[in-house]
């Protein structure tokens, strides 16, 4: 079974958003990632899924407080 598995920059693109987001919501375990090292792919069918599910936000809304 193959899989096609999506770059952070990849992915950002077809969210249409910028890869320091993709990173976050990975991080934060809201979108489904494998990580290789410190490199990090997406599963296509896995954010095909995540998508289709209405995805999740960021806790906390879109808005960070300042630090």
Not at 12 to 29: D, I, M, T
Not at 45 to 66: D, H, I, Q, S, V
């Amino acid at each position: 079974m193959e899989k096609e598995l999506l770059t952070v920059d990849e992915v950002s693109a077809l969210l249409r958003v910028k890869p320091p987001r993709v990173c976050e919501l990975v991080r934060q375990k809201l979108l489904p990632a494998i990580r290789l090292g410190r490199q990090i792919r997406i599963d296509k069918a896995k954010l095909e899924e995540f998508l289709e599910n209405g995805g999740r936000a960021l806790p906390g809304g879109w808005r960070r407080k300042a630090s």
